[in-house]
């Protein structure tokens, strides 16, 4: 809606929604909800830290109601995704300021986006992953690549930090699934199934 109308209490309808009550094709922007993947804030810094996906969803009413059946999709709306090219800019990995929405720095990310959640530690390293498989620490500073490892399949989970026998351990999943990254990387990234966990090594 635009706005309510204060006489009627009844919200005003966007151009786009009418476009879809229609029956047109419409893109809808941003194509996930703000809690699909697990965004990081860091107290010290000031600052939130996110993947995000520029890609819409492109969606169309079915012009009669769709019967209901158990387990199939029957919400009466048609649903794509655009078409990908080599080199489309999918998506960032970006640090925000939450009170101003002045973004600090970002990483763009080529061919693939990233459905993993962002983990900022005390340390001043954020730790996130890729579809393609790479598990990654950045400089919360300046975004940059700081260490990355190959864990064999998609990065879609968000890592976990915590203190065993008194040295710190970081945790990840690595494994396709979630239908947005299968959209895009089946039959390009291995399937896998796998946990991994990180330490430095006493010296």
């Given at each position: 809606?635009t706005?309510?109308?204060?006489e009627?209490?009844?919200?005003?309808?966007?151009?786009l929604?009418?476009?879809?009550?229609?029956?047109?094709?419409?893109?809808?922007?941003?194509?996930?909800?703000?809690?699909?993947?697990?965004?990081?804030?860091?107290?010290?810094?000031?600052l939130?830290?996110s993947?995000?996906?520029?890609?819409?969803?492109?969606?169309r009413?079915?012009?009669?109601?769709?019967?209901?059946?158990?387990?199939?999709?029957s919400?009466?709306?048609?649903?794509?995704?655009?078409?990908?090219?080599?080199?489309?800019?999918?998506?960032?990995?970006?640090?925000?300021?939450?009170?101003?929405?002045?973004?600090?720095?970002?990483?763009?990310?080529?061919?693939?986006?990233s459905?993993?959640?962002?983990?900022?530690?005390?340390?001043?390293?954020?730790?996130?992953?890729?579809?393609?498989?790479?598990?990654?620490?950045?400089?919360?500073?300046?975004?940059?690549?700081?260490?990355?490892?190959?864990?064999?399949?998609?990065?879609?989970a968000?890592?976990i930090?915590?203190?065993?026998d008194?040295?710190?351990?970081?945790?990840?999943?690595?494994?396709?699934?979630?239908?947005?990254?299968?959209?895009?990387?089946?039959?390009?990234?291995?399937?896998?199934?796998?946990?991994?966990?990180?330490?430095?090594?006493?010296?």
């Amino acid at each position: 809606a635009t706005h309510v109308d204060l006489e009627t209490g009844r919200p005003v309808l966007t151009d786009l929604y009418r476009d879809f009550l229609a029956g047109e094709e419409v893109y809808i922007w941003p194509s996930r909800g703000t809690n699909a993947v697990p965004i990081a804030f860091n107290p010290d810094t000031g600052l939130i830290y996110s993947t995000t996906w520029h890609v819409p969803r492109i969606q169309r009413l079915l012009p009669e109601p769709q019967e209901f059946v158990l387990g199939a999709s029957s919400t009466g709306v048609t649903n794509r995704f655009p078409q990908v090219e080599p080199g489309d800019l999918l998506g960032h990995i970006v640090a925000i300021d939450p009170l101003t929405g002045e973004k600090k720095w970002e990483i763009p990310m080529h061919d693939f986006p990233s459905s993993a959640g962002v983990l900022a530690t005390g340390g001043g390293l954020l730790f996130t992953g890729k579809i393609t498989g790479e598990f990654v620490a950045l400089d919360e500073d300046t975004g940059e690549t700081l260490w990355e490892f190959q864990t064999g399949s998609s990065v879609n989970a968000t890592a976990i930090t915590y203190t065993l026998d008194g040295r710190q351990q970081v945790t990840v999943a690595s494994g396709l699934g979630g239908g947005l990254a299968n959209r895009y990387a089946r039959g390009l990234v291995p399937a896998g199934g796998s946990i991994w966990t990180f330490a430095l090594m006493p010296e």
